[in-house]
């Protein structure tokens, strides 16, 4: 691939239709699938007709979904854009207050004969910690609406504007098409200013939103900041430039006589991580959409954005796959319509009037083979369901907890959720050990803890959740205390569990030092006897740490029960790694070589065979030489193989001729030759690049 | 002569009858019938009035005393621009004003036609950035052209060459001249409008050095310069402003009719009065100046630099203080000496310092991001890269870095076949090459840079290294096997498209594509420490394949 | 009363001073240019022949203004015989807007209606029309071609058509060129070369004696009744002709004219001496030609070195140490190891950080005391790698540092030192 890598270069425009590429796979991928699957009903009818129930269940699971992860995301960047506003409103005062300019002042040419001694921009660095820029435009775009809407005049500029090619002028045209609306061919500022000076737009804020600051060309930045310094008395611009990578990287791109034009403030915008968390509590934790993904599904997906591409755009549009491809393979998927309606009678019902083709095939389900059921494979499906449903509510109630506990401790919600998903995570040694070491540990566990904790941080062994139990034990305990509210709100479906909390909560509660705190979710009255030595408080509160990571612990081995270890899981767990791993990193260039090689299979003509004939297709022909010469070869030994191979059917013929003696024939047989020789070299000269 | 002047005639008609429909006499624009510009023959008094007096001239002028008070430093430059000015109606030759950025140029020359009172036309050549927009702005402004939205924004005149130019300003000129002479008249009577003092009008072309980059730059340049003899009218004066000095418009011909004038940068103590105009505590802002000035004044003396400078620093200065009209004493100015003596260093030593956000509940939010954010540093949070990247990134820009540190020729010893896979003799290996290529290498890296080098060397080295890493990987097996082979290939399906990432933050940059083979190099141009970030990020041992110092 | 008489004189001075016809008033003698040019033009005029003129000689020599002299001269004298076209080398280089400029010229000359939007090809039918008709009418066209020279690269389209038109008889055209290049001929191509009759006026530069002479000329005032406040011209030109026979006087003259000896910048220096003589006494003083001849003649580089900074100059110090080492091209990184080096070596002052020097840098960049090697602006290579050179001479640089108000004096062992361990303390 290496040496054909150049010639199909993605220039940064061009990235978003590479990495739409995936879909357009799947597109293709489907209609085969269901041809295979469709052999095993009997009657297309109800096929067809489950079928358009699968369909509208996927649209309806996933515009839940998709609902949900739009709100995630809102939230997460609803504060930026408060504290965005207000920087605008102040940095607006400040210019008013630095100098006051008429109305018709606005427009002379020459600068206001104010005496502040230098003229600066405003400007705010929004840093999206994020090295792709992906996932950040819709954020600019919307803090472009938001402002607007706060009566600002907004303008988005991106990297495009700000190229050398088109110099000032590029940006100052766009600028003015946002504002002015309309396209002067002689773009200036003289411009701006005079639509400034008008009644409507005047005494507003401008503000100048670019995207990608580190794309644009540093020359004609620097151009556009000093001219904008020039007139900031007059037209009060206020920038925001979006920095993928770090603060000085502004300071590395522009020159010095247009950095001191700036008076920078920064910005967060919130990591891709904390915001895939979000999601992932969103969408998969919290409530159950009748969709989830397997263990191996998960690690996947995680490594597929902590690896490849770190960005929440691609993570949806993989989840979006994995869910398009589970409805579409697994026939029972509709199931899932009833769980959202969150009512058992809908998918009893349908359970019961199942055709028996899908019967026998929730029969064979191979989470029912281990326990073969008898009788009605209808009621059985229908409680098994239902089990799986508190099952999995019991679960996302402990993994809500373990969240909780990793928010202290570092831990990602995604490595938490990974985990708990394994469907080996009883037995995974780790989390004995750990488990373990709660039983036996007393008092001086707290030392060893640490210490096993730090050894296992460095050294990657000592899973997260172990990491997430071990952290119970050495919290602060003020702390711990919170955490066991935000667990007892967690559990409360889950009765025993709640009461356990509840009760640990209230022995803290009394054990913690004397001072007074009420509880309000649990009406708990502490008792009199308050008073204690503090060193007594000390492993008082000790224990109350062990009992709460006892708790967690019992919690893990008892409820977190992964889906996949549970019956009937396949119909809502999508575990199919390899086929999202196809459809998502469709290498395409491979399939195409693939393809190339074995043309003749998918053109299923008569003529050709496995071997190479003039038949095939010329592309084909010239891609088998190449890979027969190896990865290097010169042009005039393709271009002779490759005759050979057109020509060689013809050779006969031509060996005939030329044993005829008499020269004017072979006059004559030079002629075709020629010919060919034009015929064959066209498409040769065509297919090389 | 007659009947030749009718002979004269016939042909014309004959000639032009083809354009005839289109003709229209020069005089004449599309702009007509707008408002904004009043056409020369017809225009009503009161619209000349009201136009000509906030087109031309300056609001209210200010006296001899306040022009003088305004720049206290500045007095020998505005004797010296009011002498060359000259008395109203007296002919001037141009004046070609330079000196240092923010020496006040501008603003002491705008002041001075200010106190003047007489009709300018200014326009900055960093404003309107090419030939076109230069020559219309002025226009605009002595045809008393306003754009609007009602003339969708348009300048009076459509002027792109220099030769139009020059015709409609002298056109536009002798009419504005005319219009100044009639006003002039001592009896006026009533609608005498207001025209300033004079029958002069003074053009003002500011940064003109700008002008040189652009692309016949140096042509129009001359042209600007010699403008007063290819109008040749007396009642035009000329001033030009320009950053950088007379020599370097030399190289074109005849420039020496200017009459230059220098405004030096200020002086220490110069500056010293310039920061102490306008203080509300003069005492201790003094007492602050005392200490910090001089040592900043060896670093730069332009005065938009220094004062972005002193802000922070008085407010670190003043920060002890509980309120700012203190008179301070000798004791406090030591104390206060004391507290801000640790500050000033390194305020010296850095250009652009950004602070973040104002709001106390917004620091907060920002350390609590910063916590959550730290996680994925996976334990070592020193070291942490701040931004998301996926490791395929860090790698790729790791080999990079490599690939432009090393030399080409190293990359044998560096990577054998099988990957390198033993680490010391690799580095033994690399350390031998080194030895003797370093400090002739050292210089190279100095004078030209990092070095270029083609995608393909790119991906081989990329490869060699995703083989050799054992950190994250390791991890991933610890998992489960699978995630291995994900990694390895998926990385080469979108290795491109992390590779065009890269360039888009400025960490890769295309170079110019090498003329022996058409394939564009590539160079890296992070710096190392952010590369050691990232390197530790995933825990690589990057030391290991730079050689160096 | 005086300060009004003052304030007459410096306008009429300021006047004479800034209207070129009166610095040169045409010498009658025949062997001048000035007649020389008056019988080319008025024969060709009266013997209705084409004939073609250039005029060479260096700037501010006075080609134009005799020319001007010449032709007002004739338009006084036979109004209707002979129509003026000026074009301008630097406005009208390019052929299609010069053939539109002197079709606007006649147009407006014969109260035709001008068409902007007129081709190309309508413009010069419409000028050899013009030509012809003017033949007819016995009326000779003028073309003055100022800054010939600069019509010469291209194609020559328009000179070409210009003297084509005039090798036929039924055109009278006189086309005039002025320039500065004394090899202006030699630029023509051959077509139009063959056709340009070789006829060349020379200016020189006035020698010592005809400006003097042209000095007294323009500065003393006339004390006949033609300026108002007589007996105060008589104190004037009295004061005027001591000063100028003072040897103080000559030696700013010899100083001035060494520099330019053409007329122009003698009347630049004129000019600053007159704006900037005392308004209280209203008399030129010895001290006003002084500060003019300083203002005139300036020290640009070594103005700008006084402009520096300490930090700046450190940098065009390390930058001289490493020409002096002449170890090939140098770059922004090559001078901070310099400096670093000599930093080290001497612990004086505060070691500044790279971004600070690299601003510093900058400035020198801009106001030109540093410039790149390569002049190839759109390229990727940031600033600090591109290699640089000192725009000032050693010597230069040496005078910024002894007149720079609080220089170092570690600078100025850097300067002359060679390595810095030598004088290390």
């Not at chain 1, 790694?577 to 693939?594: M, N």
């Not at chain 3, 077509?191 to 000095?215: A, C, G, I, N, T």
């Amino acid at each position: 691939m290496a040496p054909s890598a150049t010639t199909d270069w993605p220039s940064p425009s061009e990235i978003g239709d590479n990495a739409l590429q995936p879909c357009f796979v799947l597109h293709k991928a489907l209609p085969r699938k269901y041809e295979k699957r469709s052999k095993e009903f009997n009657s297309d009818e109800d096929e067809s007709s489950y079928e358009k129930l699968r369909s509208e269940a996927f649209n309806l699971v996933w515009s839940r979904i998709e609902t949900a992860i739009k709100d995630v995301l809102k939230h997460s960047t609803s504060h930026l854009f408060k504290e965005l506003h207000n920087w605008v409103h102040e940095s607006f005062l400040a210019i008013k207050s630095s100098a006051t300019c008429s109305l018709s002042e606005v427009t002379r040419p020459y600068p206001l004969l104010v005496d502040n001694l230098c003229r600066q921009l405003f400007t705010a660095f929004v840093l999206t910690k994020n090295i792709e820029i992906v996932d950040d435009l819709l954020t600019f775009k919307e803090l472009g609406v938001h402002l607007k809407s706060q009566g600002c005049h907004i303008v988005n500029l991106s990297s495009h504007e700000f190229s050398v090619k088109h110099g000032i002028a590029g940006c100052f045209r766009s600028l003015l098409r946002q504002l002015v609306t309309f396209a002067s061919n002689t773009p200036d500022i003289s411009i701006l200013a005079s639509w400034y000076s008008e009644e409507a737009n005047y005494d507003k804020p401008i503000v100048v939103i670019i995207e990608d600051v580190e794309q644009c060309s540093s020359m004609v930045l620097a151009e556009f900041i000093t001219l904008l310094s020039e007139w900031v008395v007059k037209i009060p611009v206020l920038m925001i430039m979006g920095v993928a990578t770090t603060v000085d990287a502004p300071r590395k791109l522009l020159p010095s006589n247009a950095l001191q034009h700036l008076q920078p403030r920064k910005f967060t915008l919130g990591s891709p991580v904390e915001r895939l968390d979000a999601i992932i509590e969103a969408a998969f934790v919290k409530p159950f959409y009748g969709f989830n993904v397997g263990y191996k599904v998960a690690l996947f997906l995680r490594n597929y954005f902590l690896r490849h591409d770190g960005t929440i755009t691609s993570f949806v549009r993989a989840l979006k796959i994995a869910c398009m491809k589970h409805f579409s393979m697994e026939q029972l998927s509709f199931l899932c319509k009833g769980i959202i309606d969150e009512d058992s009678k809908v998918w009893e019902k349908t359970c019961q009037s199942l055709p028996e083709g899908l019967l026998k095939y929730a029969a064979n389900i191979s989470s029912i083979k281990r326990n073969n059921i008898d009788g009605n494979v209808g009621d059985a499906l229908a409680d098994g369901i239902s089990e799986l449903m508190r099952l999995r509510n019991n679960w996302s109630a402990v993994v809500m907890c373990l969240f909780e506990v990793g928010k202290y401790g570092k831990i990602q919600l995604l490595d938490i959720f990974c985990e708990a998903l394994d469907p080996s995570l009883p037995n995974c040694k780790a989390l004995k050990r750990c488990l373990e070491e709660g039983k036996d540990h007393r008092q001086p566990l707290r030392r060893d803890a640490i210490l096993r904790d730090s050894e296992s941080l460095n050294s990657r062994e000592g899973t997260f959740i172990a990491q997430a139990v071990r952290k119970v034990r050495d919290l602060p305990s003020a702390s711990l205390h919170q955490l066991l509210k935000f667990w007892a709100r967690h559990t409360e479906e889950i009765a025993e569990v709640n009461h356990k909390v509840q009760a640990l909560l209230s022995t803290f509660e009394v054990e913690v030092d004397g001072q007074v705190v009420k509880q309000e979710e649990n009406g708990m009255k502490r008792n009199p006897v308050s008073q204690r030595l503090p060193n007594m408080e000390k492993d008082k509160s000790q224990v109350a740490h062990e009992k709460a990571a006892m708790l967690a612990i019992s919690m893990i081995r008892d409820y977190m029960v992964p889906i996949e270890s549970s019956p009937f899981h396949e119909i809502f767990c999508f575990k199919h790694v390899d086929v999202l791993q196809s459809a998502l990193i469709g290498d395409p260039r491979k399939t195409i070589q693939t393809d190339l090689l074995r043309s003749h299979s998918y053109l299923q003509c008569s003529c050709c065979s496995a071997s190479l004939t003039p038949s095939m297709h010329d592309t084909s022909i010239l891609y088998n030489l190449a890979q027969e010469h190896g990865d290097l070869i010169n042009v005039h030994d393709w271009y002779e193989s490759y005759k050979a191979i057109l020509v060689g059917s013809s050779t006969k013929s031509k060996a005939k001729q030329k044993q005829s003696p008499t020269p004017k024939k072979r006059k004559v047989t030079d002629e075709p030759n020629r010919i060919e020789e034009a015929s064959i070299q066209y498409p040769f000269l065509l297919l090389v690049p | 002569m007659g009947d030749s002047e009718t002979v004269v005639k016939t042909p014309i008609r004959v000639t032009r009858s083809s354009s005839s429909s289109t003709t229209t006499t020069t005089t004449t624009t599309p702009k007509q019938n707008s408002p904004q510009k009043p056409k020369p023959g017809s225009r009503s008094l009161k619209n000349t009035k009201a136009s000509f007096s906030d087109y031309l001239l300056f609001p209210k002028p200010i006296t001899l005393d306040q022009l003088y008070s305004s720049y206290p430093c500045r007095k020998a430059q505005i004797d010296e621009l009011l002498h060359l000015i000259g008395p109203p109606n007296s002919p001037m030759k141009p004046i070609f004003i330079y000196g240092r950025p923010s020496s006040a140029k501008t603003s002491v020359l705008l002041h001075v036609f200010k106190h003047l009172n007489r009709p300018f036309v200014y326009s900055s050549c960093k404003s309107c950035y090419n030939p076109r927009l230069l020559f219309e702005s002025v226009l605009n402004q002595v045809f008393f052209h306003g754009k609007q939205s009602t003339n969708n924004y348009a300048s009076a005149k459509r002027c792109e060459k220099a030769s139009d130019f020059m015709n409609f300003l002298r056109e536009a000129l002798v009419h504005t001249i005319a219009t100044i002479r009639e006003n002039q008249r001592p009896k006026g009577s009533k609608n005498s409008l207001n025209c300033g003092a004079g029958e002069m009008i003074y053009l003002i072309f500011d940064n003109v050095e700008m002008i040189r980059d652009w692309d016949s730059g140096l042509a129009l340049v001359s042209v600007l310069f010699k403008m007063g003899d290819l109008l040749k009218m007396p009642e035009l004066g000329l001033v030009f402003i320009s950053s950088a000095s007379l020599d370097s418009f030399y190289g074109n011909t005849g420039l020496m009719e200017l009459v230059p004038v220098f405004f030096p940068s200020y002086t220490d103590e110069e500056l010293y009065q310039i920061f102490m105009r306008g203080q509300p505590n003069p005492k201790l802002y003094s007492s602050f100046l005392g200490v910090v000035l001089k040592t900043l004044c060896r670093l730069t003396k332009r005065v938009d630099e220094l004062s972005v400078a002193l802000v922070p620093l008085f407010r670190k200065y003043c920060e002890p203080l509980s309120d700012l009209r203190v008179i301070p004493d000798e004791a406090m100015k030591r104390k206060l000496f004391s507290c801000l003596q640790p500050h000033i260093m390194p305020s010296l030593n850095q250009v652009f310092k950004v602070e973040s956000g104002t709001i106390v509940e917004t620091n907060k939010e920002k350390e609590k991001r910063k916590g959550i954010l730290r996680k994925q540093g996976s334990g070592e949070t020193v070291y942490e890269v701040d931004f998301q990247m996926s490791d395929s990134a860090k790698y790729l820009l790791i080999s990079a870095f490599i690939a432009s540190k090393n030399p080409a020729t190293l990359d044998a010893a560096l990577f054998d076949s099988t990957g390198g896979s033993d680490n010391r003799k690799r580095k033994r290996k690399s350390s031998v090459t080194s030895i003797e290529k370093k400090d002739q290498a050292a210089q190279e890296m100095l004078l030209k840079g990092p070095g270029t080098f083609p995608l393909e060397r790119l991906l081989a080295i990329f490869q060699c290294i995703t083989s050799v890493t054992d950190g994250p990987i390791e991890r991933e097996q610890v998992e489960d096997g699978l995630t291995e082979e994900v990694g390895s290939c998926g990385l080469m399906s979108d290795v491109l498209l992390q590779l065009s990432t890269l360039c888009n933050a400025n960490f890769i940059c295309k170079g110019g594509s090498c003329p022996l083979e058409g394939s564009t190099r590539y160079r890296a141009t992070i710096d190392e420490d952010m590369v050691m970030k990232i390197a530790r990020s995933v825990n690589f041992p990057l030391a290991k394949y730079l050689y160096r110092r | 009363m005086s300060t009004g008489a003052a304030a007459d004189a410096q306008a009429l001075l300021r006047c004479r001073l800034s209207d070129p016809r009166f610095s040169l008033s045409p010498s009658p003698s025949p062997d001048s240019n000035y007649s020389k040019l008056k019988f080319i033009l008025s024969n060709s005029i009266f013997e209705s022949c084409n004939n073609s003129v250039l005029l060479l000689g260096p700037r501010g020599c006075g080609k134009t203004t005799v020319l001007e002299l010449v032709l007002r001269k004739l338009q006084t004298d036979h109004p209707d015989r002979l129509s003026v076209v000026r074009l301008n080398g630097l406005l009208h280089s390019d052929d299609r807007c010069a053939l539109k400029e002197i079709v606007r010229q006649l147009c407006t000359d014969h109260q035709l209606i001008f068409s902007k939007m007129a081709s190309c090809d309508d413009n010069s039918q419409f000028m050899l029309s013009m030509l012809r008709e003017c033949a007819l009418a016995h009326k000779a066209i003028i073309f003055v071609l100022d800054e010939f020279d600069l019509f010469t690269p291209g194609k020559q389209r328009l000179l070409y058509s210009l003297l084509d038109a005039m090798q036929s008889v039924q055109s009278q055209a006189v086309v005039v060129g002025v320039s500065c290049r004394l090899d202006a001929d030699q630029l023509l191509e051959k077509r139009v070369r063959s056709r340009f009759s070789h006829r060349k006026l020379l200016f020189l530069p006035p020698s010592m004696e005809d400006l003097q002479r042209l000095l007294r000329q323009i500065l003393f005032l006339p004390t006949d009744s033609s300026f108002r406040h007589s007996d105060f011209a008589v104190k004037f030109n009295a004061k005027l002709s001591v000063i100028f026979n003072g040897e103080g006087f000559i030696d700013i003259l010899n100083s001035v004219v060494g520099v330019d000896n053409s007329v122009s910048h003698l009347l630049n220096f004129l000019f600053c001496a007159v704006c900037n003589m005392d308004s209280g006494s209203g008399f030129l003083s010895l001290g006003s030609f002084k500060s003019a001849m300083l203002s005139v003649q300036r020290q640009l580089k070594l103005e700008s070195l006084q402009d520096v900074s300490i930090l700046e100059l450190y940098i065009l110090v390390c930058m001289k140490r490493l020409e002096a080492k002449d170890c090939g091209s140098y770059n922004f990184n090559s001078i901070m190891k310099e400096y670093k080096g000599l930093q080290d070596a001497s612990q004086t002052g505060a070691y500044y950080s790279r971004q600070v020097c690299l601003r510093a840098f900058e400035h020198l960049l801009e106001c030109e005391l540093v410039g790149f090697t390569d002049n190839n602006r759109g390229q990727s290579l940031s600033i600090e790698f591109r290699a640089v050179v000192l725009l000032i001479s050693s010597h230069e640089l040496y005078q910024g540092l002894r007149s720079s108000r609080n220089c170092p004096d570690i600078l100025l062992q850097w300067f002359d030192r060679e390595n810095p361990k030598s004088h290390a303390y």
